[in-house]
């Protein structure tokens, strides 16, 4: 089977990509760190006739009351325009407000109000680049006493409104659902699986918060046995997608890498393998 | 009663960045784990988060005082003045003015400098590798208009000129250099950081050569700057120091 799962493409292992021309399902960057003309981005212009890219935007605010920085958006819509991915993606947070930036996806309370806002900001997004861009769920230390809607059922509402597609990662499914007492499997209950565009998957730390665990998604480890056994859960659900293996904290070497994305090509295989068994004996 | 969700984004700035807000604590659900340990979940990773990509852009600050005290001055600094864009690599500007100003710096003058070497570094890395301007555009003016004409600079090349020898300390600053002893009465420094193909680097400077780039910039002529420069240096040299500067892609175009 030829690799569906790619790799976040990361610059200690920019020369050694170009040189080896590993093969793995796409490459993936972050828009922010490509804004400028450092020769980072000549690197991915070279790759790019040989690999399919996904541009994964980290500071577009969606969830921002201000709404959209049009500078940064233009900057990213160029970026889009030049390199041409297969995929584009930001967050259901924000990170901007009052003109400055937290470098942080910070929190949404789920309510109507909010999925105005967050409904608005991707609209005017997709219109900027001209084509559908996918939301990810992102990975909560808290939740707000005001919500009215889970955070999936915001996501489906998100999805039905703005035409957007869904970025699911388990591992901030499980990350979220532990720090928020949820059920993950329950999470998954209802998503519109025809608008999931593409699975992430990375590694978590456990903290301490007043003496009691607190999950962290800091991508800085291999993918975690519960996160794997999660991942096998949405593919049986949703089906085969373009999966990612995420590493930004203490980055490995690329071998440990392509490792994770061929395990996560393995959960694929053997859970669409499974599946067919199932439907075989059904019949 | 619920926060609108512009009050709520405005405490949880305010929040992040200063004290506690009472507000923002009630909107939160609590549990075993209080809403304040959650909210600080946030509040650690935006000064953590800032802090390293602040590392990445002041490698050689960092060298200089140590990870556990660059994270101090880091975490001061990021109070100061978040980044007002998400392009990281953009932000720290205003750093090297800031560590001039940081009282537990006090004792390392030389610092500001350094940060403002690494800033520039880092401008140099992050610009267009642009229009350089080539020896046959030269020949292709008539030789008597060569005199008033004036010349940009390329993109991203920045002179960094200081009271201490800052290559010495950056030099002595990287990974596995011989020695980390710099005598600080060697004198100051004229350091040109300039974009090539891969990387960014510097190149010293004699002080003619300083006073006839920043002759240029200021957009005078060839033979005002060279004037400039030999007010600088009596021992400027033109020609070589010219076909220097060319040679490193110093200059974007004739003006």
Not at chain 1, 19 to 34: C, D, Q, V
Request: charged share 20%; net charge negative.
């Amino acid at each position: 089977m030829n690799p569906v799962a790619g790799i976040g493409l990361r610059s200690p292992h920019l020369a050694e990509i170009g040189r080896e021309r590993p093969a793995t399902g796409f490459l993936e960057i972050h828009a922010e760190n490509y804004l400028a003309g450092s020769p980072a981005l000549q690197a991915v212009e070279r790759l790019r006739a040989d690999y399919a890219f996904s541009i994964h935007a980290v500071g577009l605010s969606l969830g921002s009351v201000d709404g959209l920085d049009a500078a940064h958006l233009a900057r990213v819509a160029a970026l889009v325009k030049r390199l041409e991915p297969a995929f584009v993606s930001d967050h259901l947070s924000w990170s901007t407000g009052g003109g400055r930036y937290f470098n942080d996806l910070l929190p949404l309370p789920y309510t109507e109000e909010a999925l105005e806002v967050v409904v608005g900001n991707v609209g005017r997004l997709q219109d900027a680049m001209g084509r559908q861009v996918s939301i990810e769920n992102p990975s909560c230390y808290l939740g707000f006493a005001q919500s009215t809607l889970s955070e999936p059922a915001f996501l489906s509402e998100l999805v039905r409104r703005s035409g957007c597609g869904l970025l699911l990662d388990p591992n901030n499914i499980v990350v979220t659902a532990h720090n928020l007492r949820l059920d993950p499997r329950d999470w998954l209950t209802g998503l519109p699986s025809a608008a999931i565009t593409e699975y992430h998957l990375a590694g978590h730390a456990t903290n301490d918060a007043d003496g009691e665990p607190i999950l962290i998604d800091d991508h800085g480890s291999r993918v975690s046995d519960g996160v794997w056994a999660l991942f096998a859960e949405v593919v049986k659900r949703f089906g085969a997608r373009p999966t990612l293996i995420e590493w930004d904290a203490d980055i490995p070497p690329l071998g440990v890498l392509l490792e994770e994305a061929a395990r996560a090509d393995g959960v694929i295989e053997t859970t669409l393998a499974a599946g067919d068994r199932d439907a075989a004996r059904a019949a | 009663m619920p926060l609108a969700l512009r009050d709520l984004q405005a405490a949880f700035a305010a929040h992040i960045v200063g004290a506690d807000r009472a507000d923002l604590v009630a909107a939160v659900a609590g549990d075993t784990i209080p809403a304040a340990a959650r909210l600080g979940v946030y509040r650690h990773q935006v000064f953590e988060s800032l802090g390293t990509a602040l590392a990445a852009t002041f490698p050689t600050v960092q060298a200089l005082v140590g990870t556990a005290f660059f994270r101090g001055l880091a975490r001061a600094f990021v109070r100061h003045a978040l980044p007002q864009q998400p392009v990281l690599a953009e932000y720290g500007g205003d750093f090297p003015a800031f560590v001039a100003g940081y009282e537990a710096a006090r004792d390392l003058p030389y610092l500001a400098d350094v940060a403002r070497l690494d800033w520039a570094l880092n401008v140099a890395f992050q610009a267009q590798l642009g229009e350089r301007l080539q020896v046959t555009d030269l020949s292709l003016l008539p030789a008597e208009r060569l005199p008033s004409t004036s010349i940009s600079w390329a993109a991203g090349v920045v002179l960094v000129s200081s009271p201490y020898p800052l290559d010495r300390i950056w030099e002595a600053s990287q990974p596995g250099a011989a020695s980390d002893a710099v005598d600080l009465n060697l004198g100051g420094s004229n350091l040109l950081v300039l974009r090539r193909s891969d990387d960014a680097f510097f190149v010293s400077l004699s002080a003619g050569e300083a006073a006839f780039m920043a002759a240029l910039a200021r957009g005078m002529s060839l033979e005002q700057s060279a004037g400039a420069a030999f007010e600088a240096d009596p021992d400027f040299e033109l020609s070589t120091s010219f076909a220097r500067l060319l040679a490193w892609g110093a200059f974007a175009a004739l003006q």
